[in-house]
C-alpha cells in the first residue's frame, strides 16, 4: 500500500534483527506515514517524527526483545528518487525564473 521511506531496526540477543517501517501514502495530499512492523499486525497512528522513533524502538523491544543497536536508515530506493528529483525540481525553477523575467 504505501512506500517505505525509512526502516528502524533493532537486534535481539540471539543476533536476529527485526524491523519497522515508515510507509509513505502519496496517494493522500499531503501524503500520509505510517508506521507498519514488518513482523506483527502493529501499525499504530503518528504524531511526530521524534515520537515514531520511540515507537518504533519501544515496540521493537518489548514485543520482539530486540533491544539493542537500535538504528534508523532511509529507505535506499526512495533515498535514490530524491537525489534524482532534487536536480529535476531545481532546473524547473530556473527555467521557469528565466521565462518570468523575459516575459
Ligand atoms: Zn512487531
New binding site residues.
Given amino acids: 500500500m504505501g512506500t517505505p521511506v525509512r526502516h528502524f531496526t533493532a537486534t535481539a540477543p540471539d543476533g536476529q534483527v527485526?524491523t519497522?517501517n515508515i510507509e509513505r501514502d502519496f496517494r493522500f495530499d499531503p501524503y500520509r506515514d505510517s508506521l507498519v512492523?514488518?513482523?506483527?499486525?502493529?501499525s499504530p497512528s503518528l504524531l511526530t517524527m521524534k515520537k515514531i522513533a520511540d515507537m518504533a524502538g519501544e515496540?521493537?523491544a518489548s514485543?520482539?526483545g530486540a533491544d539493542q543497536g537500535l538504528s534508523q536508515q532511509e529507505d535506499e530506493g526512495f533515498r535514490k528518487a530524491r537525489l534524482i528529483m532534487l536536480p529535476i525540481v531545481a532546473v524547473l525553477l530556473i527555467v521557469l525564473f528565466v521565462h518570468l523575467r523575459n516575459s
Fill in positions: 527485526f519497522v512492523c514488518t513482523h506483527c499486525d502493529w515496540h521493537l514485543v520482539h
